[in-house]
């Protein structure tokens, strides 16, 4: 549908649009102000805040346990959701309905009350390391990415190419990552990128999952938050933000940026 | 072997849903029955309790008017970016993804910068001579619903905005031609096509609001606790854990609840459906 819009509604999507950027932008220059406490607009420029961060052992360790959760939970969650995405579209027929109903629970059931599940019998009631907790916790999180996004790719394909190949005498799993795979390409693509995004910006279940010495990194600035209120923040914000930007030129270059909306 | 085949490969994710969400989810809710004071004494306690009545009622409140709020300026933000050339309504898309794909901590952390008592706000109100106290804007119900409409408003555009390109041309340029006003139009014709899409998005923003935990932990504090900040608090700094299973508890039967009624809504109002 496209029509002409009244002058008032363009001024409120402008309007709009400034609340949603206006943010972001007072964050980055909090980030290079040279103060010692958070304002808008920077009183002076400077980098130190930046350097503060990597001279800060807690923000590093987190970085990188965050870094290591969100690549194990997200590869772990395509590992079981690419196969459980291809039954539920090859088999759809065969398969009772609320298996599909039963991968997209984790979005159902509160983040927050997922996390607190999984420390009282995971964490304590198996004993299992807090590590190995947060990367299941993310996996299954970010599960229901993973096979609804793939599934939506394996919507489209025409699962004749697969018979044919199979009927050549090509064995699954080979006919699998030849064939299939490289056609559901951008649906794993898009399904890892949201995965890790969800993965690294995780509160709600983290929160419950740290223990001495783990942690991931929105807990550590939530943490720090709480005692310092420094332009140190900022600048986490600000790297956090270029990993925003990195992503989305992933997504642009593999998928165009519209795919976001479909 | 077709039939192994395809339990075999759902089999996996079943197991890992079953056994780390499904399991530690139900335990969490039983506990709560097993009280000595009768299986329902501590939902009765909590009935009766009137600051955990409050607290709850603060959360239905907050989740009710941020979605009100993001339903109204998500749709005719999505409604405009739906009219836009190609190019710029691909600009205004990313304009809308990019804060949704950052992270919620730096968004909720920007709102500090603004609110607070050294914030923006206070800053400029202060030297226009408006205001000579800084007023405290956070740890206010406002506080909260700004940041969580902030947070909120991007998923919704996202949302109506298909929702919104997918209704065809011909049907509003056919009103138009038999002599529908624009503003007859909208209600009788965009409207009614995009109420699964207003439902689909007013759930979203429902559910997440509803159980949101770091926007209420930073910008409400204690003052304004909410069902994920009160969880927390009884699980892990009281550790009262059948007090937190029970939070828990009302958290999952109210957002089903909700996800079970409004999506059945959004089938049976699907003019599209046949």
Known sequence: MAMRIHPLLGAFAILVFFFLLAPLVIIVGSAVSDTTFLTFPPQGLTLRWFANIFQMEAFRRTAITSLQVALLGTGLSLLIGIPAAYALNRYRVELPRWLSTLFVLPILVPEIVFGFALLKSITIGLGLPVFISLVVGHALLILPYSVRVVGASLASFDFSIEEAARSLGCPPLKTFMTVVLPNIRAGVIAAFILAFITSINDVSVSVFLTGPGISTLPIQILAHMEQFFDPTIASVSVLLMLVTVGVMAIVEATLGLTFLTK | ?274
């Open chain 2, 1 to 274: 072997m077709n039939k192994l085949a395809r339990w075999g490969l759902t089999m996996p994710a079943t197991i890992a849903v079953v056994l780390l969400l499904v399991i530690p989810v139900v335990l969490t809710i039983a506990t709560t029955f097993g009280e000595a004071g009768g299986p329902f004494s501590t939902y009765t306690a909590f009935f009766k309790s009137g600051f955990r009545m409050a607290v709850l009622y603060r959360t239905l409140q907050i989740a009710l008017i941020t979605t009100g709020i993001a339903l109204v300026v998500g749709f005719i933000t999505a409604y405009v970016i739906a009219q836009m050339p190609g190019r710029l309504k691909s600009i205004m898309i990313v304009a809308a993804v990019f804060p949704l794909l950052t992270g919620v901590v730096v968004r909720s952390f920007a709102w500090l910068i603004i609110l607070g008592k050294n914030g923006i706000i206070n800053n400029v109100l202060m030297s226009v001579g408006l205001i000579g106290e800084p007023l405290s804007m956070l740890y206010t119900q406002g506080s909260v619903i700004v940041a969580m409409v902030y947070l909120f408003v991007p998923l919704m555009i996202l949302t109506l905005v298909g929702v919104l390109e997918g209704i065809p041309r011909d049907l509003i340029e056919a009103a138009a031609s038999l002599g529908a006003r624009p503003i007859p139009t909208f209600l009788q014709v965009i409207l009614p096509l995009a109420a699964p899409g207003l439902i689909v998005g007013a759930v979203l923003v429902f559910t997440g609001s509803f159980t949101s935990y770091a926007t209420p932990q930073l910008l409400g504090g204690e003052k304004q606790m909410m069902m994920g900040t009160f969880l927390y608090q009884r699980a892990m700094v009281t550790f009262d854990w059948v007090g937190a299973s029970t939070i828990a508890a009302i958290m999952v039967v109210i957002t089903i609840g909700v996800v079970l009624i409004m999506s059945r809504m959004a089938r049976r109002l699907n003019p599209m459906a046949v």
